[in-house]
């Protein structure tokens, strides 16, 4: 049964549905386009950091010196090091990408629509008489039985007593249609289907630079209950970039 909603303000009328296997490419664009977007905001973020300055100005004054009051030279070697911040948070997000298409995303029936404790929708609208998905969300139910394990990971062994639990994953908009009730039906879609499944909580995991994604989640209720800096890239990569990730909740 499709979900209906419309923003007011804009008009924009759209439904929520199951995902089907002719939404291949359009989710997987969106997913890519939804995760590459916050390089910029990485890399703006590290540059800003205190520390980040102090090497930039270092390494721009080292560049001026060694090449004979070069300005020129001084900022190529800030420039090189702003070329290495950037980097390093190009490949987090790009790795993360990469894997995730080529793993649940790569077969998204498979992973979620033949588990009943899965889900994946989409949003979808009629744009000049055409069909286009503008956003999508994923459910990933976890039983109790695997609960001690994952928490393990997160909170050094302090393992949650609410029971079963959902993971929510991949929650894009397409840039042109945010701020028009598209997100919060999708999460209410979510939220439903979580409920409907008993799960008792539903948790869900954002990166430091997702700072609008994170006030939304809060004025959803949902509360954060862990943090790293494990972004499974290279060690180094990850220090440079100072990216976290945290982990929000809400009890059902």
């Known amino acids: 049964m499709e979900a209906v909603g419309m923003a007011q303000k804009n008009n924009l009328q759209f439904s929520i549905r199951e995902y089907r296997p002719t939404d291949q490419y359009a989710a997987a664009v969106l997913f ?20 980040h300055v102090g090497i930039a100005l270092s390494v721009s004054m080292a560049g001026y010196v060694l090449g004979g009051s070069s300005y020129f030279q001084g900022l190529l070697f800030g420039s090189a090091w702003a070329g290495l911040i950037y980097y390093c ?17 790569a077969d998204i ?12 929708w989409v949003a979808e609208a009629d744009v000049g008489g ?3 998905v503008l ?8 039983r109790t039985e695997e609960e001690g394990e994952r928490f393990d990971d997160w909170n050094g062994g302090v393992i949650g007593e609410d029971g079963s639990y959902g993971e929510l994953s991949h929650v894009v908009v397409a840039f ?35 700072k609008a994604a ?9 509360v954060q209950t862990a943090s790293h800096s494990n972004t499974h890239a290279n060690l180094l990569f990850s220090k440079l970039a ?8 809400k009890v059902l």
């Not at 956003?135 to 976890?142: D, F, I, L, S």
Request: overall charge positive; glycine content about 8%.
């Open 32 to 51: 890519r386009d939804g995760i590459l977007e916050h390089v910029y905001p990485a890399f703006f973020k590290a540059m800003s950091h205190p520390d």
């Open 89 to 105: 948070c190009y490949d987090i997000y790009e790795g993360y990408m990469l894997r995730r298409l080529g793993a649940d995303m």
């Open 109 to 120: 029936n498979a992973t979620y629509l033949q588990n009943p404790d899965n889900g994946f």
């Open 130 to 132: 055409q069909a286009k």
């Open 135 to 142: 956003g999508m969300v994923a459910v990933t139910g976890k």
């Open 176 to 210: 042109p249609s945010r701020r028009k009730s598209v997100g919060s039906e999708l999460m209410r879609k979510a939220m439903n289907f979580c409920k409907e499944r008993g799960f008792s909580r539903l948790t869900l995991d954002l990166s430091s630079p997702q």
């Open 214 to 222: 994170m006030s939304m989640y809060q004025k959803l209720g949902f």
């Open 242 to 249: 100072r990216i976290t990730v945290t982990r929000m909740e």
